[in-house]
């Protein structure tokens, strides 16, 4: 209820914790329902206060994302995000996830490697391009996207994902 009435428009949070889908935390929803994120760090989320709260919105998309119950509709609206805003990372990242999750390989890896381009301290978003250029057989594309991801940060991920490179 501070959080409401106080009018602020941007708020920092842990990304782990507002990542989580349990337990229920009302400030994580309410944060999720009234906030989208705009920029993501590899520990913290900038929230930005979304007043059009309509179920469009890059935080309603992200939770439903983050619960597992992402739409078509979904994938549409981020398309369409990442032509208004085309240097936001987050929005990348998310449109890579879902493209991924819609059979559409090509277009979530051109999405991860922008959302990385965009965010050059993410290793995460080079981590999950190359799993999937492992799994569509591009090993030469993954390799590079591993040796980029090394660069930023060491991973058990990007260990066991150069152990499938190497199978």
């Given at each position: 209820?501070?959080?409401?009435?106080?009018?602020?428009?941007?708020?920092?949070?842990?990304?782990?914790?507002?990542?989580?889908?349990?337990?229920a935390d009302p400030l994580?929803?309410?944060?999720?329902?009234?906030?989208?994120?705009?920029r993501s760090y590899?520990?913290?989320?900038?929230?930005?206060?979304?007043d059009s709260a309509?179920?469009?919105?890059?935080?309603?998309?992200?939770?439903?994302?983050?619960?597992?119950?992402?739409?078509?509709?979904?994938?549409?609206?981020?398309?369409?995000q990442v032509e208004q805003a085309p240097d936001e990372p987050l929005p990348w990242?998310?449109?890579?996830?879902?493209?991924?999750?819609?059979?559409a390989t090509d277009e979530a890896l051109a999405a991860y490697r922008r959302a990385a381009a965009l965010d050059p301290s993410?290793?995460?978003a080079l981590e999950r391009a190359a799993a999937l250029a492992i799994d569509a057989d591009h090993r030469t594309e993954a390799v590079a996207d591993l040796a980029r991801a090394?660069?930023?940060r060491e991973s058990p991920t990007i260990r066991r994902l150069q152990e499938r490179i190497t199978e």
């Open positions: 209820d501070r959080l409401r009435a106080s009018g602020a428009r941007v708020v920092l949070a842990e990304q782990a914790w507002y990542a989580a889908t349990e337990p994580r929803t309410l944060l999720q329902d009234e906030f989208r994120p705009v590899v520990s913290m989320v900038i929230l930005e206060r979304d309509d179920g469009r919105t890059l935080g309603a998309i992200l939770r439903r994302t983050f619960l597992g119950r992402p739409t078509r509709a979904d994938l549409d609206v981020l398309r369409a990242k998310l449109l890579g996830a879902l493209a991924s999750s819609a059979g993410d290793a995460s090394r660069r930023i």
